[in-house]
Nanobody, 119 residues
Framework: QVQLVESGGGLVQPGGSLRLSCAASGRTFSSYAMGWFRQAAGKEREFVAAISWRGGGTNYADSVKGRFTISRDNAKNTVYLQMNSLKPEDTAIYYC????????????WGQGAQVTVSS
């Protein structure tokens, strides 16, 4: 069993930066691939970024490539999403997810963190 708790969301102006964190409980965190998804109001949940269990492999949605960076610290049971050059269209609830592979996330979900990009 893995429990995920996101933090670091908030209100930021366009062009600004935020870093989301996802703290995981359980001793098996390092064996899971991790990822971030987001859901904007009135839209379906969409993939943002993923990282392999060792951290050597990452992939991103085209809409965030070059702006967002996913990383993990297995010693701290934490995965991060550094978001730069934020745009209003990045406004959404961001969810952390865990799974057996970067292409099979969703075994566990966090409760979500609101990110609002607005002037």
């Amino acid at each position: 069993q893995v429990q995920l708790v996101e933090s670091g969301g908030g209100l930021v102006q366009p062009g600004g930066s935020l870093r989301l964190s996802c703290a995981a409980s359980g001793r098996t965190f390092s064996s899971y691939a991790m990822g971030w998804f987001r859901q904007a109001a009135g839209k379906e949940r969409e993939f943002v970024a993923a990282i392999s269990w060792r951290g050597g492999g990452t992939n991103y949605a085209d809409s965030v490539k070059g702006r967002f960076t996913i990383s993990r610290d297995n010693a701290k049971n934490t995965v991060y999403l550094q978001m730069n050059s934020l745009k209003p269209e990045d406004t959404a609830i961001y969810y952390c997810a865990a799974g057996i592979a970067t292409t099979r996330l969703g075994d566990y979900w966090g409760q979500g963190a609101q990110v609002t990009v607005s002037s």
